[in-house]
Nanobody, 116 residues
Framework: VQLVESGGGLVQPGGSLRLSCAAS????????MGWYRQAPGKQRELVARMLDRDYTAYADTVKGRCTISRDNAKNTVYLQSQMHAVQPDDTAVHYC?????????WGRGTQVTVSP
């Protein structure tokens, strides 16, 4: 499966952010999808993860201000992330991930910078 993220960039503190991930390839075997992020000098951390349409988990740092959703098209699966009230701590490279047959696949990431 191939994952391509888009939607990063510079965002003002208190503003909103929308990221998108397009998954192609063996999309019918995807068991779970999610977003992770890695800030400079820090380990990669979970932002949100969706096992199926009825179960989604969010990190405490984004809970209440982040929503992820999944849309299935014919040959592509889209995973969206919408976050509001962003803060400088949200500055990081944001990665999309998908799990198939117990193997995690990653996109290249998209840079998000929160700054005045």
């Amino acid at each position: 499966v191939q994952l391509v993220e888009s939607g990063g960039g510079l965002v003002q503190p208190g503003g909103s952010l929308r990221l998108s991930c397009a998954a192609s390839g063996s999309i019918f075997s995807i068991a779970a999808m999610g977003w992770y992020r890695q800030a400079p000098g820090k380990q990669r951390e979970l932002v949100a993860r969706m096992l199926d349409r009825d179960y989604t988990a969010y990190a405490d740092t984004v809970k209440g201000r982040c929503t992820i959703s999944r849309d299935n098209a014919k040959n592509t699966v889209y995973l969206q992330s919408q976050m509001h009230a962003v803060q400088p701590d949200d500055t990081a490279v944001h990665y999309c991930t998908a799990r198939l047959y117990e193997v995690d696949y990653w996109g290249r990431g998209t840079q998000v910078t929160v700054s005045p």
